[in-house]
């Protein structure tokens, strides 16, 4: 599930959860092109409220009303325009290119048993099934097939895939999560 930041920045104390980034403009009009982290099915109706971030974490006081959103595709990738109450020229959504658009992490829904939102898994300590420090999972790619966990520590960067036979446990609440490497990973 990914209705989260990718972003090496956790819950802050106002729990907020960056659900896209902001791309730039599009078109002179005041619309913004953003990439969507959420796969909540209305999040970005029109009539949505989403605060802005600069760091995907911590609310920088805007909140944004949508009044009109479609779907395109980009590079194969699939983007969003959105256009907020307010917004009608170019440098007015210039502006907010790079920054983070949030929702209150009461209005994410649950996880179900054994899956877990980016939100809770960026930011995690990994260590191996030998108690081995591996670093902090920094960003997360999704690949189509399985997420693969970007975790940065005291030997570099590696690649963790997110598959079973790969991850042992993940214990969010106290930021830890053990994987068992097969050779080769490293």
Request: hydrophobic share 35%; charged share 25%; proline share 4%.
């Amino acid at each position: 599930m990914s209705d989260s930041p990718i972003s090496p920045k956790q819950l802050s104390s106002q729990s907020l959860v960056a659900v896209a980034r902001i791309l730039g403009p599009h078109g002179r009009e005041g619309e913004i092109r953003v990439r969507s982290t959420s796969n909540v099915q209305d999040r970005f109706d029109e009539g949505q409220l989403l605060e802005l971030s600069k760091d995907g974490s911590t609310a920088d006081g805007r909140k944004l009303l949508i009044v009109r959103s479609r779907a395109t595709i980009t590079r194969r990738r699939e983007e969003l325009i959105l256009l907020f109450r307010g917004f009608s020229d170019r440098d007015q959504a210039m502006r907010l290119t790079g920054q983070w658009l949030c929702v209150d992490q009461s209005s994410v829904p649950e996880a179900e048993e054994g899956e877990y939102f980016h939100y809770q898994i960026i930011g995690l300590k990994v260590i191996s099934v030998t108690g081995e420090d591996l670093g902090e999972i920094t960003d997360i790619l999704e690949t189509g097939s399985n997420d693969v966990y970007v975790v940065v520590g005291p030997t570099g960067e590696i690649l963790v895939p997110a598959i079973r036979d790969v991850i042992k446990e993940i214990d969010v609440l106290s930021g830890l999560m053990t994987v068992d490497l097969p050779e080769g990973l490293r």
